[in-house]
């Protein structure tokens, strides 16, 4: 008798660990219209936001005061031989600031050098509100999933 | 007597070697506007230009039909403890497919896996005609640099 395959996970948990699980992304923003590149840190708000705490002093912060649209690209192929047959997901989503100190407590928690600018007047926490995002689970895996599946439901 | 001290690579120095040293980018393109971060494989030009193969079937090439505006972010930050003081650099330009079969031997070399589909008509070969390049060579150390600088002079 064949025993069962194990069950592949489904698209929206993949993406939904890969968001949570990496500290780190890139995040595509717009330079008057050319995409722009950056490094960030990251955090996720409880119901799966990704969160950024970024300087007005930098390139992309002045990018997404013009046009809030942004992609973050979470990376799960590092240290594979062959990347591309590992799995990656674009986020495509809004940022927009928020007070907020006890996510801004989680984000210093998880990027402890981060507290020694938290109280400057010129870096600011950014909420990413998720619209959709795309799946590469490995070489032609692809699947678009819409934002609302990637957030925690009460 | 003081010694002098050591002296820093000159920004364009360490971006060139970021772009050289580095197999992997991301690249941020734009869909339809929206600016889109994806995973690729790179390899560089005699003449410091990245070259990238990619497939029509994916969306970053899509995009790249419609704008061949572009940036790609060389990280050089992969496994420091404290990302934000490690070196990166954002090169923007504007691709192009070129049919060189000389610089895709050179691309196959770097990553062998892609001569799997080097014969394969929805993948081509695109030069990326850098036009500047936007180094944080650590935590607040940042310079634009031009894309003249960048190329390889005979």
Redesign the interface.
């Known amino acids: 008798m064949m025993e069962n395959a194990p069950q592949e996970p489904a698209p929206r948990d993949t993406a939904k660990r890969l968001i949570r699980d990496l500290d ?1 992304a ?6 008057d ?7 960030v ?1 990251v955090t996720v708000a409880p119901d799966g936001a990704p969160l950024l705490f970024i300087s007005n002093l930098a ?1 992309h912060t002045a990018n997404l005061k013009k046009d809030s ?5 979470f ?1 799960g ?2 240290g594979l031989a ?3 047959t590992g799995p ?1 997901v ?1 986020v ?1 989503g809004r940022a927009a600031p928020i007070k907020d100190e006890a996510l801004l407590a989680s984000y210093v928690a998880r990027h402890p ?1 981060s507290g020694i600018y938290a109280g400057f007047p010129d870096f600011n926490l950014y909420r990413v509100e998720i619209e959709r995002a ?1 799946l ?1 689970a490995g070489f032609g895996r692809i699947d678009w999933i819409e934002g609302a599946e990637l957030l925690q439901r009460a």
Chains 1, 2 share one sequence.
């Open positions: 780190r890139t995040l595509a923003t717009s330079l219209g050319w995409p722009y590149a950056s490094l840190l390139q649209r942004l992609s973050l690209l990376d192929t590092a062959e990347p591309l990656r674009t495509l050098s795309h590469v």
